[in-house]
């Protein structure tokens, strides 16, 4: 294998490993906010008064 090969070889391994590094990042975002969203939503469709009081009746 002769130099220029490898380096033209080197180069695109490198170049798709950054781009690798760069979707994970993306994808670490979304998700992100993704959870920051459910959590909001969670919060906002949570009723602060259930499960406080418990009717028994004999």
């Not at 294998?1 to 490898?6: E, T, V």
């Given at each position: 294998?002769?130099?220029?090969?490898?380096s033209t070889a080197?180069?695109?391994t490198k170049v798709?490993?950054?781009i690798g590094v760069l979707m994970l990042?993306?994808?670490l975002d979304q998700a992100e906010v993704m959870g920051e969203s459910m959590?909001?939503?969670?919060e906002q469709s949570a009723s602060p008064n259930l499960g406080r009081n418990v009717d028994v009746s004999v």
């Open positions: 294998m002769d130099i220029a090969s490898l080197l180069s695109m798709n490993n950054e990042g993306k994808q959590v909001k939503l969670l």
